[in-house]
């Protein structure tokens, strides 16, 4: 079966702490996507990436960073974490290769990662 | 990427089939057109997606007007596991990575 894995499923931080959100996807994935969802808001892409060492900001990449030093693995970095960073974030993966439909817009979801910034 | 619009909410009793509707008048003719759900607590999952023709799979089905400006999705014996917020979008399906932006979809309620 095809599994994006998030490190951490509830997370707790303080303002000002750097946090790191790691996840791992074991289909041999080319692209690799973080997103955060709050209530009322939907689902809001912040990074994504379709390779190694490459990345392209989302609709809301200010506050985050990205690594994709392995292409199994795609990391979200909050430099500094504050309050309204306080969200549910979503990775997910997907593949440009194989046949209709595993196209390059069928996205694998991690189950999620809850951060609270107190 | 064309806008979509769905309901808020709907209700469906379980073992009859739900329909749930997709307004995309202004899809263009590369753009599919892909549902997900979101059970709750858990990330979005896939179920189907099509350009122009029905589609079916062992989820659900999906019924695009031939207008394309609409498009149905059908679960045709809704269970109460069913519950889930479900969404509609519309992507070009391209070989590099593409944003798939998520509205707030429908929330459907399976009842007893």
């Known amino acids: 079966d095809v599994k994006v894995t998030q490190s951490s499923r509830y997370l707790v931080k303080r303002t000002g702490e750097k946090v790191f959100l790691e996840c791992v996807q074991d289909?041999?994935?080319?692209?690799m996507f973080w997103y955060r969802q709050d209530p009322g808001l939907g689902l809001r892409l912040i990074y994504f990436?379709?390779?190694?060492?490459?990345?392209e900001k989302g609709d809301i990449p200010e506050g985050y960073s990205v690594s994709r030093e392995k292409k199994e693995r795609f990391s979200l970095i909050l430099e500094s974490a504050s309050t309204n960073q306080t969200s549910m974030y979503l990775c997910?993966?997907?593949?440009?290769?194989?046949?209709?439909?595993?196209?390059?817009?069928?996205?694998?979801f991690g189950a999620g990662s809850r951060l609270t910034v107190l | 990427d064309a806008k979509t619009t769905q309901p808020t909410s709907m209700d469906c009793a379980e073992g009859r089939a739900a329909n749930l509707p997709c307004n995309h008048s202004?899809?263009?003719?590369?753009?599919?057109v892909y549902w997900y759900r979101q059970i709750h607590s858990q990330g979005p999952q896939y179920i189907i997606h099509?350009?122009?023709n029905n589609e079916t799979n062992e989820m659900a089905s999906l019924i695009i007007t031939e207008d394309r400006k609409s498009s149905t999705l059908i679960l045709p014996h809704a269970t109460l596991r069913d519950t889930a917020v479900y969404y509609c979008?519309?992507?070009?399906?391209?070989?590099?990575?593409?944003?798939?932006?998520f509205g707030t979809g429908t929330r459907l309620q399976v009842t007893l």
């Open positions: 979008i519309v992507r070009v399906e391209a070989g590099t990575a593409s944003k798939l932006t």
């Open positions: 099509g350009l122009k």
């Open positions: 202004t899809i263009s003719g590369n753009e599919y």
């Open positions: 289909m041999d994935h080319e692209n």
């Open positions: 990436s379709y390779d190694v060492k490459m990345k």
């Open positions: 997910a993966s997907s593949s440009i290769r194989g046949p209709f439909p595993s196209g390059a817009n069928v996205l694998t």
